[in-house]
């Protein structure tokens, strides 16, 4: 190999190398992880859109009866009950309300799932329940994972809990060329769409107030600046750069 060769080999090797750093890959790598910071702690705000499913038991079956309504498919033909009778769920209206049994509309949106059965509680008993216990739980949990992640997609979240860490687990982890410094996270607060970012290099990901994800949350993995690079070239990209190798071989030979 001439020498002309010898040195494009080495520009070729060292763009290849350089293209994905290993601070850039990295994990954690970074900070001191300040655990008076660090919470295992979350809460589930009930926000509009939610399909909630609310059980209501207490001692007496017949009293809680009512609110315990089962939905069901009726046939066209013959006016019966099609398949096996399933809980009715409440959808949260944009008002953050829903339309309960007996009681009518109550405003829910922006209480958290504790708050929520205080609010039912206080509502049923004793003046329908005595004692009653209830429980709640959102029907259509789930987060997006988009960008350059190996699996992107919507996700349901059965237990109600995930953690960025998670969401990414479920994805397949960020692709090589994936942007790691700068995730974004958007979330629906009071009625706007908030952006977070975050750094997965950093420490400082364990204390993010978006650590743990929220419904319909939606995180985004940015390309990193050599994958835009590769995507954005088209034929007049690939024109110079058969051109460009015509010309070293051109000079290649005259300085021999």
């Known amino acids: 190999m001439n020498k002309s060769g010898k040195i494009l080999c080495v520009f ?3 763009f290849f190398v350089s293209c994905v750093s290993k601070k850039e890959v990295i994990y954690f790598q970074n900070d001191e992880i300040e655990q008076s910071k660090v919470s295992n702690s979350y809460k589930t705000i009930i926000k509009p859109d939610d399909v909630l499913q609310i059980t209501i038991t207490a001692l007496d079956i017949e009293a809680v ?3 315990n309504l089962a939905a069901v498919t009726y046939s066209t033909t013959s006016n019966s009950a099609i398949g096996v009778a399933q809980q009715q769920t409440y959808l949260v209206d944009n008002k953050g309300e829903i339309d309960f049994p007996v009681i009518g509309k ?3 949106g ?3 799932r504790e708050e929520t059965i205080e609010l039912l509680r206080n509502k049923l008993s004793p003046d329908y329940i005595k004692d009653p216990n209830i429980n709640i739980r959102i029907a259509n949990y789930k987060i997006s994972v ?3 992640v190996r699996r992107p997609g919507s996700y349901s979240i059965p237990n109600e809990r995930i953690t960025i860490l998670d969401a990414l687990a479920l994805a397949g982890d960020v692709n090589i060329s994936g942007q790691r410094s700068n995730i974004m996270i958007i979330r629906e607060e009071d009625g706007r ?5 975050v750094d997965l290099r950093s420490n400082k990901l364990l204390t993010s107030p978006v650590y743990y994800l929220q419904q319909n949350d939606v995180m985004y993995v940015e390309p990193n600046y050599a994958s835009i690079q590769s995507a954005s070239s088209n034929s007049n990209t690939t024109l110079f750069i058969s051109i460009t190798g015509l010309l070293i071989t051109i000079v290649s030979l005259l300085t021999r």
Do not use: C, E, V
């Not at 769409?193 to 970012?197: A, H, V």
């Open 106 to 108: 109550i405003k829910i």
């Open 110 to 112: 922006g209480l958290t």
């Open 65 to 67: 009866r009512p609110f």
């Open 146 to 148: 988009i960008g350059d």
């Open 193 to 197: 769409k908030t952006q977070y970012r």
């Open 12 to 14: 070729l090797i060292i």
